[in-house]
Every structure is written in structure tokens, then in C-alpha cells.
């Protein structure tokens, strides 16, 4: 590991200080605050984005976007065929952002991981189902409910039926949802389970304190010690707002900015051996299709239904957006788009997202922004291929009369199913699927071996003291399902031995 | 509202009528889901606002998409004009030609564009009720799905045929009409 540099400097104000200063108030960072705090530490939370109020997002995709996705969601990968990378950034992280989607890391990847970087404490079997099913209590992690299902999950399931595909309703953190299909823009009535809704006011309730609108932006040292972290203030556009600030840690710094930024600190604290390395995703891919009646995507939960098929690498699911994405999706231009959309409602829209083999990483440009160089296989290409066909299948299964496959040099429309082979005739290039990522892992890899990992099974940074990376940014391997709970399950596992051992 | 979107300070005094002219030609003219300039789309704003939060490489994208986009009669049809230069239902046309552009570049930026023009769109109330998206949330669902309606047997060949996990999927047969 690269000697830390950065001595502590004394001529920056000092904001606030804790036992642990936990740098992110996503998935990782507020389960981890949950805990410490809890378990009677002092905790600050610091967070970049701002803390918004459920019942006042704005319900225009514009303005949401604009408050509480990560550069209006146009962050993109540096690679020859670029596609952007999705993260929140607000309190909440991502989960204010997300379908709340929960799933637990499926065994087999659980498993291999735990053999392969010598995690078997950290992703010990019986202690993660205990704490699964702390969580899944804690954050009213249900299946969907029927009334809830909407006619776009409605109909995936008639369409998977008919294809003699294994489907089920998504579990979600949203027992109480009442359909609204907005969690891209959160949800009106607070009913998703999100970190801003759950875990960040509860480490309130027990002391915890949260400075939102703070970046940053590197991690100090008292030899090789983590004793403060160094940022500044900025406003809800992200633009820096006065001088540089200090928050003090006594017993730890915690990063959970998540799997680019994460890195990122880390690097410009001057930690770089294997720092960034190992980034990898889910690239994701929808298909819409048009029906001759309504299908309702405005109402109903935005995730409800989905397809696994962990031994192909895919899995499937109902994707509700909100209609500015669902119309971008759709093709035509001039009146032959008009047309459409004014049927917006006639539209069924699905996912498929892989587990990709690609390998990339992350590191910082001159101006410090990320830069995340990752370019898909032809594996991984032919992974989404298939998928792709899959949703065409199924959307004509449903009774689709007009599949838009979003393949770029196939039909912009197929109508009908003897089209949908098509799309697997021959093998495709990376440049004519258009894809997008929102599950991010990597860059702060987790392992016994130092040679091998960037933070230990504790998930401490190897050859540095009090500092510790809670986020996805550990994970090895991405997961082939949503991350959000395994990253819960790692960050509570992890804070409560964090606790313990301070007790001790 | 033409320039509205200029008065934040990211564009160029002419890129905001760009804007309003390549976003809207988007949207068409006809008997088009705008049925009025009252129906309060800003196009230019919409525009701007992303210019201004993207990242700068996306911002330079955007920027290059609008250049393209309003510069496309020149370089794509040899015409010294610009995109709000030509006819209306011209410029519907040469955006379906820019959408489905051999160049990779292209087509991202031109779906970036449509983007924008979306978002624009559905920030009016008068376009999201003509669009029919809120209907199903208005009436909790009531939405009444067919029966599946495929019209052949069509063995899909999805994975590799030296695979030799099962995977083909056959679609059953549609009804008679």
C-alpha cells in the first residue's frame, strides 16, 4: 500500500467531530450509522447531495433528476462505446432513487466469493440470515401486493406465463405502497423504505448528526492513522459553497460514497496500490412495447414483477418509468413520436440487466472529477443480446402489437414475433445496443489477501489505521441481482464487529 | 421563452432558439401532442438546465448534440441552412435520419436531445394529460389486460445452439383474429 500523505494541515476550520465520521448516507453508510450509533458511538454523517422531503419532490423528471441524481445522471463510462452510470446523491444515496428492490445475495455468489478472497466471516452464512431478517423487519421488505402490481408487471407475468418462464413478484422495502410509480422521484408517502426514510432518522434518533451538502473530498492522517476527513460545503448544484472544512474522526473515518467515489477519496488520499481496480456493473438494457389497450405503467409499483435466470447471467424485470424516460424509449420523431405519445399509456416497458464479465476501473481526471474506463465482452455483449430477445418474446406473448427492441440496425419496430429472431441472427456489436448501468461494484475490493485487496474481511484498508470502505465498493464480483441489500448485510456485518470490538 | 433558458448563463445567445427549434421538431407540428404554444413547453430552458448539471464531458455532448442537430441540413443534406431553416415536417425527418445515424456518437447524442425534448414536453400538465400516462393512476388501475395474441409457433433460438442448457423458447399460438 502507497504511504499515506497529506499530513493534517491546521489551518482549516474544523466542522464537528465524532467517534466515527461516516463519509455517504447510502445503503452502506446509513446502516453502518445505524449501527454505531446504536451501539452508543458518536456519529457524523456527511453527505453530498441534499436532504430532501419525500413529500415535496418535484414530480417533473427534470427537477428530480436535477436534485438527486449524480450529475443529472450523464456521468458515463471513459470506453470506446460510452453508457452512463446511474447513482443518487442526496440522503438516501441511491435507495432515494431506487425501486427498492430487495434481494439477498444468492448463495452460489455468496459462496464463491467467501472461498475465493477469503471473506468467510464477513459473509458468514447463519450471520448475514440473521441480520437479513433484522433488516427485511426494519425496512417492511415485503413481496408486492396484488392491488399494487400495475398492468406493466401485470403483464410480464402473462407474458413469462406463456413462455413457460419461472417469474415472481419482486420483494421490495415498500410494504405500504400505494402504487404511485414514482420511486425514481420519491415516493409522496415516504412508503419505500428508502435510507433518508429508515435508517438515517433512526442513527438520528440515537445521536447521530448529519451535515448534508459536504463533499469530500480526501481522508487525513496522523502517520498512519485516519483522523479527519477534508471537504467543503456545496450547494444543491453541486458547486462549491466557501473554504475547505474538517470533521474529525476519534475512532474511524467510514466510507460509503459508493463504488466510484469511494475509490476516489481513497486515491486522493493519496492511497492508490489496487485502488479503483476491479470496478465492475450491471449494464442494463429495456424494450418497450405497445399494446392495443391501455396498460396503466402510471400506476402501480415501479418494479413489481421479474425474471431470474441466474445460470444465463440475466435476469429480467418490469421497469414503470416516468413517462420523459419512457418516451425517449420510444421511437420515431416529428409526428410519427406525437402519435405515440399521445398513447403513452399503451406502452409496456421491461428490463434486462446482466452480470457482466467486463473488469474496468476507476480513477480521478486532472480536475479531480472520476473517470471510470470500462468496456463491455462480446460475452457480455451476447449476454444482452438474449435478454433483449427474451423481452421481445414475452412482450408478444403478452399480446404486444409493436415491440420496439432498441437495437440500432434491427427494424425500430417489430411486429410481430417471427421478427423477434432478429434480434439473435448474428452477433452484435457493442455500439448498436444502448445500455445504462445503476449497479455499480468494485474499485475498494475486499479480501484477506493485501496483494489482492484494497480493505481486509473487516473491511479495513489494508496497511492504514481507523479507516474503513462500507459500501459496494468491496464487493469482488458483482452480484448478478440488486445490490442494495447485500450492501446493507456487509455494512451492518461489519459496523456491528467494528462495534463489538470497541466494546471490548 | 426563447430565451429564457439563455438568461441562465450556459448558452450562447443562438443556441437557445436552436434548442427550442431541435427539441421541438421532435414533438412535430401537425395534429401533434402540442396542441399549442399555451401549453407551456420550454424547450430551451429544458435544454439549459441539463447543460448546466451535466457533467462537463456530457455537457460537451449536449452541446455538440444541439451543433449537429441545428447544423444538420449543412453537413447531412448539403443545404446551407440551419434545422429551423427548413420546413417543419423536413425537420422530423432529418431527425429520424440523425436517431438512426451509422455513427454511434451520433445516435447517443441524438437520443440525449430527445431526452431533453421529453423532459420538456411532460413538464407541461397539458402534455402529460393528452398523453393518457396518468390515466391509470387517476382510475387506481382498473386496467383490463387480454389474453395473449400470437399469431404462429415460433420455436426462438436465444442461446447457442451448442449450448446444451435448454433454452429455446417457443411462443404459443396466437389466437384466431
Known amino acids: 500500500m502507497t504511504r499515506p500523505r497529506l499530513p493534517m494541515g491546521r489551518s482549516i476550520q474544523t466542522l464537528d467531530d465524532a467517534d466515527y465520521v461516516i463519509v455517504g448516507t447510502g445503503a452502506g453508510g446509513a446502516t453502518a450509522a445505524r449501527v454505531l450509533s446504536e451501539a452508543g458511538h458518536s456519529v457524523v454523517m456527511l453527505e453530498e447531495g441534499p436532504e430532501l422531503s419525500p413529500a415535496t419532490r418535484p ?50 455468489v455468496r459462496h464463491a466469493l467467501a472461498r475465493d478472497y477469503g471473506l468467510e466471516e464477513l459473509l458468514d452464512a447463519a450471520a448475514l440470515e440473521r441480520i437479513y431478517g433484522r433488516i427485511e423487519d ?17 403483464l410480464m407475468r402473462r407474458g413469462a406465463e406463456a413462455l413457460g418462464l419461472r417469474g415472481q413478484k419482486t420483494a421490495r422495502n415498500a410494504r405500504r405502497c400505494r402504487g404511485r410509480a414514482r420511486c425514481l422521484q420519491g415516493c ?10 429508515s435508517y438515517v432518522p433512526r442513527a438520528q434518533a440515537h445521536g447521530a448528526r ?16 485516519a483522523r479527519a476527513v477534508v471537504g467543503e460545503r456545496v450547494d444543491e ?42 470496478f465492475t456493473a450491471h449494464p442494463g438494457a429495456a424494450v418497450v412495447g405497445r399494446f392495443e389497450h391501455s396498460v396503466g405503467m402510471g400506476f402501480g409499483a415501479t418494479q413489481s414483477y421479474q425474471v431470474p435466470l441466474f445460470d444465463r447471467g440475466l435476469k429480467l424485470e418490469s421497469l414503470s418509468l416516468p413517462p420523459e424516460l419512457l418516451a425517449a424509449r420510444i421511437p420515431g420523431s416529428g409526428d410519427v413520436w406525437s402519435e405515440r405519445l399521445r398513447h403513452l ?41 438474449r435478454g433483449i430477445a427474451l423481452l421481445a418474446a414475452m412482450l408478444f406473448a403478452a399480446g404486444a402489437c409493436e415491440v420496439y427492441p432498441g437495437v440500432s440496425g434491427l427494424p425500430e419496430v417489430l411486429t410481430g414475433p417471427e421478427q423477434v429472431s432478429l434480434i439473435t441472427a448474428r452477433p452484435l456489436k457493442r455500439q448498436r445496443l444502448h445500455l445504462m448501468a445503476s449497479h455499480l461494484f468494485g474499485g475498494a475490493c475486499a479480501g484477506s489477501d493485501p496483494a489482492r485487496s484494497v480493505v481486509d474481511p473487516e473491511l479495513r484498508v489494508h496497511g492504514v489505521e481507523g479507516l474503513h470502505v462500507m459500501d459496494a465498493s468491496v464487493f469482488p464480483d458483482n452480484l448478478g441481482v440488486n445490490p442494495q441489500h447485500s450492501i446493507m448485510a456487509v455494512a451492518y456485518h461489519a459496523a456491528e464487529r467494528l462495534a463489538e470490538a470497541q466494546t471490548n | 421563452m426563447l430565451f429564457s433558458a439563455a438568461a ?16 421541438g421538431a421532435f414533438a412535430g407540428c401537425g395534429d401533434s401532442l402540442v396542441s399549442s404554444p399555451t401549453d407551456g413547453v420550454d424547450y430551451a430552458a429544458s435544454y439549459a438546465r441539463m447543460l448546466r448539471r451535466a457533467t462537463g464531458r456530457a455537457a460537451l455532448g449536449l452541446r455538440l448534440a444541439l451543433w ?24 422530423g425527418e432529418l431527425l429520424a435520419r440523425l436517431v438512426a445515424h451509422p455513427s454511434f456518437a451520433v445516435r447517443e447524442l441524438m437520443l440525449l436531445l430527445k431526452l431533453c425534448a421529453a423532459m420538456a414536453l411532460f413538464a407541461a400538465p397539458a402534455v402529460r394529460q393528452q398523453s393518457g400516462y396518468d390515466e391509470a393512476q387517476a382510475a387506481q388501475s382498473d386496467v383490463r389486460l387480454r389474453l395473449p395474441r400470437v399469431d404462429e409457433r415460433l420455436a426462438l433460438r436465444v442461446w447457442p445452439a451448442n449450448d446444451d442448457r435448454p433454452g429455446e423458447v417457443e411462443l404459443p399460438p396466437r389466437e384466431a383474429p
Open chain 2, 68 to 91: 449537429l442537430a441545428a447544423l444538420s441540413p449543412l453537413w447531412l443534406l448539403g443545404k446551407c441552412a440551419t434545422l429551423a431553416g427548413l420546413p417543419q415536417e423536413e425537420r
Open chain 2, 8 to 23: 441562465e448563463g450556459t448558452m450562447m445567445r443562438f443556441e437557445g432558439p436552436w434548442a427550442e427549434a431541435v427539441l
Open chain 1, 59 to 108: 414530480r417533473a423528471l427534470l427537477d428530480a433528476m436535477a436534485q438527486a441524481m449524480r450529475d443529472i445522471g450523464t456521468l458515463g463510462t471513459a470506453a470506446h462505446v460510452p453508457f452512463p452510470l446511474v447513482q443518487g446523491r442526496a440522503v438516501g444515496g441511491s435507495t432515494a432513487i431506487n425501486s427498492g428492490i430487495i434481494w439477498r445475495m444468492p448463495e452460489p
Open chain 1, 210 to 225: 448529519l451535515h448534508a451538502g459536504f463533499r469530500v473530498r480526501q481522508v487525513e492522517f496522523e502517520g498512519r492513522v
Open chain 1, 138 to 154: 426494519e425496512l417492511e421488505v415485503d413481496e408486492v401486493d396484488e392491488a399494487v402490481m400495475g398492468g406493466n408487471g401485470e
Open chain 1, 188 to 197: 409522496p408517502e415516504g412508503a419505500r423504505q428508502s435510507m433518508e426514510v
Open chain 1, 237 to 278: 448544484d453541486g458547486r462549491r459553497v466557501g473554504g475547505r472544512v474538517r470533521v474529525r474522526a476519534r475512532r474511524g473515518v467510514i466510507l460509503s460514497a459508493g463504488a466510484i467515489h469511494s475509490p476516489l477519496i481513497l486515491r486522493n488520499s493519496g492511497l492508490r496500490a489496487r485502488v479503483g481496480d476491479g
Open chain 1, 345 to 385: 399509456d399503451d406502452f409496456a416497458q421491461w428490463a434486462t440487466i446482466a452480470r457482466a464479465r467486463a473488469r474496468g476501473r476507476v480513477r480521478s481526471t486532472l480536475g479531480g472529477r472520476p473517470r471510470v474506463d470500462y468496456e463491455l465482452t462480446a460475452e457480455d455483449v451476447a449476454m444482452m443480446q
